[in-house]
Each structure stands twice: as C-alpha cells, then as structure tokens.
C-alpha cells in the first residue's frame, strides 16, 4: 500500500495485506481488515470497520457507524447510510460458530441505503434501488426500486439520479430532473428507456433469465454439491411438495425428464403390447414416441383449429375395444378441453395422463390446473420451458395414492425395498441439482408468467391496430382459461417467406412443428395418410412462434411487431 495515493486518518486502522485505491479517504476511529478491497475514490466515515474480504467498488460513500461484513460487496457508487446495518448470517448465536454459513449480499451500483436499514443477508439490492430510513429488507431489491418498511416493500420507482418517478398510470414516464426516460415491465420491474435502435432479439434468453436470479441459485448448488447427496434426497421431496401443491394434486413424482414422464406414467397404467392410446398428431414427439416404445400403438385424433390441442368431439369415433388411455396435451400453454375428454375417458374406463410439458400453472375456466384433471399430468423441465432447470428433469402429478406409489417403484427400477423388485422399472430418478435449482424458479414461475401474458396481450393489440388479424392467426384464448404462453405462436399463409423476413432482421423464431407426428416416417406402418388430420397437417404448413420471454424489452418487442408488420406492408 502507498500511503501517498489515499488518507488514512491517524486514529484508524488498517490490516495487511489489503488494497486501498487512488483517492480514498477513511476517516476517525474505522478499522479495515485484512484482505479487504476498496476502489478509487471512497469515503468510509467515522466508526466504520470494513470486515475480511469485503469488496467496495469505486465512489462508495460509508456514512458514520456502519460495520460491512464479511460477505459483502458493494459496486460502484453505492452510499451507505448513519448507523445501517448488514448481516451475514440468518441464525446468529453467540455460542455457534458459523463462518462456514456466511451469506453474500450484493449492493449494486448507484444503490442507496438510508439511516439504520437492515439488510438481511443473502439479498441483491438493485442498481439505483433506494431503502428508506429504517427499512428491513427480506428479499432482492429491484433497480430502481424506492423501498420502504418493515418487512421493505415497493412503494415507488427513482432515477437514477435520486428523483422519485411518476408514471401516472402509463408504462412510461421521464425524470423532471435529468430527463432520463423509463419503461415500467410489470409492477416488480422496470427498465431504462433506451432509444438506440434494437437490430437482433433471440427467440429465448435464458442468460437473461439467470441474470435476475443468479444470487438465488448459487448458494443452492453449492450446497448441494457440499451435501454430495445428488440422487433424489431432501431436496427433491422439497421440489415434489412445492409442484403437487402448485398443481393441485396430492403427489409429485420426480423423473429423470418429460418424455421419461410420459413414459412411467404409461408404465404405470400397465399399457401391454397391442394396447391403443389416442392422441394429437400435432405435438412433440416424445408423446406418440412413448406409446409405441411400449409397444403400443399410437391412435391420432385432430385438433381445434383455435387452440391446437385435441378435438374432444373427434375422440369417441376413434375408440376401440383396444383403447387404453388418452393423451390431451395442452400445447402452447393452454389447457385442452378436459371436461368432455374426462366424460368420455369415464364412459369407456380409459385412463387420462395430460401431457403438460408446456402448461405448468395453466388453467380451464374453473380454475383446475393443467396435471390435476386426469388421471395423471406430466411435465417436463426442459431448460427452454417456463419451468426449466439446467438439463432435463419431469415430474408426474396424480390425486391417486395408488397410482403415486407405483410410481415411485417404477422410477427406481420396480424396487420396494432397495434390490427387492416387484415390477419392472427403469433408472428414471430426478437428481438433486436439478430438484433445487427449480425449487428456486418456481417462486418465480407467477411473475413470469404475469410478464408472458402481459407480452402477449401487446402483441395482439399492436397487430389489431396494424390491421394483421387477417394476414396472422393470433393465438386463440378460451374465456376463462389462464394462458401461460409457453409459445406465442402466430399463424401465415406466406410463414416461410415470413421466417425469411425474421431472420434476415435477425430475430428468432420457430416452427412448433412443421411435419405432423402421424406423418414421421417412423409411424408409416401406422398407415396414416395426407388428409386424414387436415386441421393439424394446415397448423404443421403455417404456424411460427416468435420470441415471449419475460425479460423481452419495450424495444425489443416494438422492433418485432414493425419488422413483421413491414412484411406486410411490402
């Protein structure tokens, strides 16, 4: 250290080593340990000690009597207040020691903190975010969030330049100050107006995603890896109880991913070689493909054109004594009409398993959730899903006791107790990692979907007042029904000169799909041929998803609606 580059006032402390910047001046009575970092430019007041391996940025103003602990770190432009303090660990207890179990707490830049807050550790505070004097702060902190109470609570929005902001019932507002312009996203979130011209938008962008959640998710996953308990475990059964009560079902049952769900949740209705089980022939094909790896056969009944899932007047013609099951599946995030699917499966005693890979949190117009209808619903956590964790993963949800504890058996190779096999199963185990990452996602999976719908609701209104009702087929809504827009798909007679446009102006998109699975090659012995599904053969020659994802900008989101508006006005 150079004592020529910053001031250290004589009734202070400093540790070695540490690093202390050109500029920074650190007043009475403050001590700063060992291994600590403060940038250019700072003020610590009086009275203040700077804990091993704190970080401060540069500009970071410490007013008088604050301790910063181990754990913290502040980015530049931070100013902490009198008397304010952090923490480190939840539990403290004086005769426990838990250095191991300190939490980290991130101030970002230009945040500022009043007079004695509290902030609990393991919590982000937002980039020009404000906490009021005395605020308790449980949770992240948005930016520019103005913060205050006891638990902290959102009670309005800051420049960056410390004016509060008024945006007057609109989405939009400017600083009276400075000027600067702001876009509200929904009323957790907004976003600073930026009027550079947006020239690309990906079709997903989940590094986006992990950006807002990033804090959250890797203090889990060390404790996973710390814990070596990988394979099912506490964590799993925290992530089963979180999604049955989610899905309104009495049970959840973990597997290895969405197509394994499928396919155990098959298993589990003992479907034989011969057995028939109707579905859509517009889906993935992981949902024909179980059936037939069973050895069963796949029997294809067409969609709603509005809705794209089965046509439930379409189900009763294509029974046989053969028939076992039904397989709706609620495509794009809307649920398919279960009410006369269950009237028919009950009539006939066939088993319903809704395939709900798409659709977690969907609901009909009674409030049932996607999975808790049937017999049993299954999901999958693929990372592209609104629900999706770092590789795959699925769950089955069922209300059936019976149905939940084959289940189980059948994931883990037919076993009850270990290496004592009743039936035979599979190696189809959710792990820990995956099982905790979504236990965090899912308290987000609301505000996303709030922000999917909000989106949505956009583009349908921006393409009415363009005049495209007629050149798109928006997607169709069911009164009463909640949408959760996996996919917002579009439809178009000129789709693939439209695709073109779209990636000639560098925004993403996707045909969800573009051959019906009655037509795979695979299935030719099925001996389906062209016409037998006009409704799905049309949807598989015109549909196209376009980007939906919560974090989409104001921007990003007027650029698509004038790109694929210039394609029709060419």
Partial sequence: MDDKKYFVHESSYVDTPCEIGEGTKIWHFSHVMKNAKIGKNCNIGQNVVISPDVVLGQNVKIQNNVS???????????????????????????????????????????????????????????RFSFIGAGAVITKDVPDYALVVGNPGRIVGWMCYCGIRLDFQDSSDTKCTTCGKEYTMINDKQITEKTHNKVSSVPLLDLKAQYATIRRQIEPVLKDVVESQYFILGPKVKELEGKIAAYSQCSHAIGVSSGTDALLIALMAIDLKPGDEVITTPFSFFATAGVIARLNAK??????????????????????????????????????????????????????????????????????????????????????????????????????????????????VHGSEPKYYHQIVGGNFRID????????????????????RQKNAREYIEKFKENGLEKDLGLPGLKKGYRHIYNQFVLRSSKRDDLIKHLRDHNIGCEI???ITVSDQECFAYLNYKKGDFPVSEKAAEEVLAIPIYPELTQAQKSYIVETITGFYDK
């Fill in 68 to 126: 910063v602990y181990t754990g913290v770190i502040c980015e530049d432009d931070v100013f902490l207040g009198p008397s304010m303090v952090f923490t480190n660990v939840v539990n403290p207890r004086s005769h426990v020691i838990r250095r191991d179990q300190y939490q980290q707490t991130l101030v970002k830049k230009g945040a500022s903190i009043g007079a004695n807050a509290v902030i609990l550790c393991g919590n982000d505070i937002g």
């Fill in 298 to 411: 796949p029997v294809f009944v067409d969609i709603q054109e509005d809705t794209y899932n089965l046509d439930p007047s379409k189900i009763e013609s294509a029974i046989s004594d053969k028939t076992k099951a039904i397989i709706p599946v609620h495509l794009f995030g809307q649920m398919a009409e279960m009410d006369p699917i269950m009237e028919i499966a009950n009539k006939h005693k066939l088993f319903v398993i809704e395939d709900a890979a798409q659709a977690i949190g969907s609901e009909d117009e009674k409030g049932l959730r996607a999975g808790s209808v049937g017999h049993m619903g299954c999901f999958s956590f693929f990372p592209s899903k609104n629900l999706g964790g770092f590789g795959d993963a699925g769950m089955v949800v069922t209300n059936d006791e019976g149905l939940a504890n084959k289940l189980i058996k059948l994931r």
């Fill in 432 to 451: 820990a990692l995956q099982a905790a990452i979504l236990s965090i996602k899912l308290d987000y999976l609301d505000q996303w979907t709030e922000s």
């Fill in 512 to 514: 969800y799909y573009p």
